[in-house]
Protein backbone atom coordinates (compact mmCIF):
# COMPACT_ATOMS: atom_id res chain seq x y z
CA UNK A 1 0.00 0.00 0.00
CA UNK A 2 1.56 3.09 -1.19
CA UNK A 3 0.37 5.67 2.05
CA UNK A 4 2.48 8.77 0.67
CA UNK A 5 -0.37 8.98 -1.98
CA UNK A 6 -3.84 9.34 0.16
CA UNK A 7 -3.25 8.92 3.31
CA UNK A 8 -3.69 12.24 5.96
CA UNK A 9 -0.24 11.35 7.66
CA UNK A 10 1.81 12.18 4.36
CA UNK A 11 5.76 12.70 6.11
CA UNK A 12 4.46 10.98 9.28
CA UNK A 13 7.72 9.46 11.64
CA UNK A 14 6.80 5.81 13.13
CA UNK A 15 4.13 5.61 15.37
CA UNK A 16 5.70 2.76 17.97
CA UNK A 17 2.89 1.00 19.57
CA UNK A 18 3.73 -0.19 23.32
CA UNK A 19 2.64 -1.82 26.29
CA UNK A 20 2.37 -4.93 27.89
CA UNK A 21 1.91 -7.97 26.32
CA UNK A 22 -2.26 -8.51 25.55
CA UNK A 23 -2.70 -4.73 25.52
CA UNK A 24 -3.84 -4.51 22.03
CA UNK A 25 -0.66 -3.24 20.48
CA UNK A 26 -1.05 -5.83 17.29
CA UNK A 27 -4.38 -5.65 16.94
CA UNK A 28 -5.06 -1.77 17.20
CA UNK A 29 -1.82 -1.44 15.08
CA UNK A 30 -3.18 -3.10 12.00
CA UNK A 31 -6.71 -1.73 12.04
CA UNK A 32 -5.68 2.17 12.36
CA UNK A 33 -2.88 1.08 9.83
CA UNK A 34 -5.69 -0.34 7.39
CA UNK A 35 -8.30 2.88 8.48
CA UNK A 36 -5.22 5.34 7.92
CA UNK A 37 -3.56 3.96 4.98
CA UNK A 38 -0.17 3.54 6.62
CA UNK A 39 1.89 0.57 6.65
CA UNK A 40 2.15 -1.81 9.76
CA UNK A 41 5.11 -4.05 11.26
CA UNK A 42 4.55 -6.01 13.93
CA UNK A 43 8.44 -6.56 15.15
CA UNK A 44 8.13 -9.89 16.57
CA UNK A 45 7.60 -10.78 13.00
CA UNK A 46 10.48 -8.85 11.86
CA UNK A 47 12.51 -10.97 14.39
CA UNK A 48 11.37 -13.79 13.16
CA UNK A 49 11.60 -13.42 9.30
CA UNK A 50 15.58 -12.40 10.11
CA UNK A 51 15.88 -14.90 12.98
CA UNK A 52 13.88 -17.55 10.55
CA UNK A 53 12.68 -19.28 14.05
CA UNK A 54 9.45 -17.54 15.69
CA UNK A 55 10.12 -15.78 19.28
CA UNK A 56 9.18 -18.94 20.80
CA UNK A 57 12.05 -20.93 19.52
CA UNK A 58 14.34 -18.28 20.15
CA UNK A 59 13.66 -17.70 23.78
CA UNK A 60 13.65 -21.75 24.08
CA UNK A 61 17.17 -22.04 22.21
CA UNK A 62 18.86 -19.12 23.15
CA UNK A 63 17.33 -17.07 25.87
CA UNK A 64 15.96 -13.75 26.56
CA UNK A 65 19.25 -12.24 26.16
CA UNK A 66 19.25 -12.87 23.05
CA UNK A 67 16.31 -12.06 21.76
CA UNK A 68 16.30 -9.04 23.35
CA UNK A 69 19.65 -8.78 21.16
CA UNK A 70 17.87 -9.27 18.43
CA UNK A 71 14.85 -6.82 19.12
CA UNK A 72 17.30 -3.97 19.58
CA UNK A 73 18.84 -4.83 15.98
CA UNK A 74 15.45 -5.40 14.34
CA UNK A 75 13.88 -1.73 16.14
CA UNK A 76 16.66 0.05 14.48
CA UNK A 77 16.17 -0.81 11.31
CA UNK A 78 13.10 0.83 11.83
CA UNK A 79 15.28 4.22 12.15
CA UNK A 80 13.71 5.93 8.38
CA UNK A 81 10.17 4.19 8.44
CA UNK A 82 7.18 7.02 7.76
CA UNK A 83 3.81 6.45 7.52
CA UNK A 84 4.24 3.36 9.32
CA UNK A 85 2.69 1.95 12.93
CA UNK A 86 4.86 -0.66 14.61
CA UNK A 87 3.67 -2.92 17.00
CA UNK A 88 6.41 -3.56 19.82
CA UNK A 89 6.85 -6.31 21.64
CA UNK A 90 5.98 -5.89 25.92
CA UNK A 91 9.69 -5.81 26.46
CA UNK A 92 11.01 -3.90 24.11
CA UNK A 93 10.60 -0.73 25.68
CA UNK A 94 12.92 -2.09 28.45
CA UNK A 95 16.07 -3.33 26.96
CA UNK A 96 19.16 -1.78 25.32
CA UNK A 97 18.24 2.02 25.57
CA UNK A 98 15.34 1.43 23.14
CA UNK A 99 12.57 3.80 24.96
CA UNK A 100 14.53 6.36 24.39
CA UNK A 101 14.89 5.69 20.50
CA UNK A 102 12.20 5.05 19.89
CA UNK A 103 11.13 8.66 21.42
CA UNK A 104 13.63 10.26 19.56
CA UNK A 105 12.61 8.51 15.82
CA UNK A 106 9.00 8.50 16.26
CA UNK A 107 6.16 8.95 18.22
CA UNK A 108 5.40 6.36 20.74
CA UNK A 109 1.94 5.86 22.37
CA UNK A 110 1.52 3.49 25.35
CA UNK A 111 -1.59 1.43 25.34
CA UNK A 112 -2.61 0.65 29.30
CA UNK A 113 -5.03 -2.07 30.02
CA UNK A 114 -6.58 -2.77 33.78
CA UNK A 115 -4.47 -5.70 35.70
CA UNK A 116 -8.22 -7.95 34.96
CA UNK A 117 -7.98 -6.82 30.83
CA UNK A 118 -4.73 -8.38 30.55
CA UNK A 119 -4.66 -11.32 33.01
CA UNK A 120 -7.55 -12.85 30.57
CA UNK A 121 -6.19 -12.15 27.32
CA UNK A 122 -2.66 -13.57 28.49
CA UNK A 123 -4.73 -16.44 29.81
CA UNK A 124 -6.68 -17.12 26.45
CA UNK A 125 -3.08 -16.97 24.80
CA UNK A 126 -0.43 -17.91 26.99
CA UNK A 127 0.53 -20.92 24.86
CA UNK A 128 1.65 -18.34 22.47
CA UNK A 129 3.80 -16.46 24.94
CA UNK A 130 7.41 -18.02 25.61
CA UNK A 131 8.16 -16.33 28.57
CA UNK A 132 4.27 -17.85 30.00
CA UNK A 133 3.93 -21.49 28.77
CA UNK A 134 4.89 -22.96 31.21
CA UNK A 135 3.13 -21.51 34.20
CA UNK A 136 0.07 -21.43 36.59
CA UNK A 137 -2.50 -19.21 36.71
CA UNK A 138 -1.33 -18.25 40.37
CA UNK A 139 2.51 -17.70 39.00
CA UNK A 140 0.91 -15.81 36.28
CA UNK A 141 -0.82 -13.52 38.53
CA UNK A 142 2.53 -12.86 39.93
CA UNK A 143 4.62 -12.80 36.83
CA UNK A 144 2.00 -9.99 35.75
CA UNK A 145 2.50 -7.75 38.72
CA UNK A 146 6.46 -7.86 38.81
CA UNK A 147 6.62 -7.25 35.44
CA UNK A 148 4.37 -4.41 35.30
CA UNK A 149 6.17 -2.92 38.34
CA UNK A 150 9.30 -3.08 36.28
CA UNK A 151 8.02 -2.16 33.08
CA UNK A 152 5.78 0.73 33.83
CA UNK A 153 8.47 3.18 34.49
CA UNK A 154 9.50 2.79 30.73
CA UNK A 155 6.29 2.58 28.91
CA UNK A 156 5.49 5.84 30.90
CA UNK A 157 8.06 7.88 29.19
CA UNK A 158 5.69 7.76 25.99
CA UNK A 159 4.60 10.63 24.06
CA UNK A 160 0.80 9.74 24.76
CA UNK A 161 -1.08 7.52 26.89
CA UNK A 162 -4.51 5.65 26.19
CA UNK A 163 -6.88 3.17 28.07
CA UNK A 164 -7.10 0.31 25.41
CA UNK A 165 -11.05 -0.09 26.51
CA UNK A 166 -11.56 3.66 25.16
CA UNK A 167 -9.99 2.76 21.42
CA UNK A 168 -11.89 2.81 17.97
CA UNK A 169 -10.84 2.46 14.59
CA UNK A 170 -11.18 5.95 14.49
CA UNK A 171 -9.61 7.10 17.53
CA UNK A 172 -5.67 6.94 16.13
CA UNK A 173 -5.46 10.56 14.42
CA UNK A 174 -6.83 11.65 18.47
CA UNK A 175 -3.93 9.89 19.57
CA UNK A 176 -1.32 11.15 17.69
CA UNK A 177 -2.01 14.57 18.10
CA UNK A 178 -2.00 14.50 21.88
CA UNK A 179 1.28 14.49 23.25
CA UNK A 180 2.23 13.87 27.62
CA UNK A 181 5.49 15.12 27.44
Known amino acids: MDASKSSPFIGLRAVFLIGFMGSGKTHWGKIWAAVNQLSFVDLDEVIENKAGKSVAAIFDTMGEDHFRELEAAALRTCIDLKNTIVACGG ?4 FYDNMQWMNDHGTTIYITCTFEEIYQRILAE ?3 RPLLKKIN ?6 FIEQKLKEREPFYKQ ?3 MVQSSLLTENSFPG ?3 VSTT
Open 91 to 94: GTPC
Open 126 to 128: KEK
Open 175 to 177: IIA
Open 158 to 160: AKS
Open 137 to 142: RAELIF
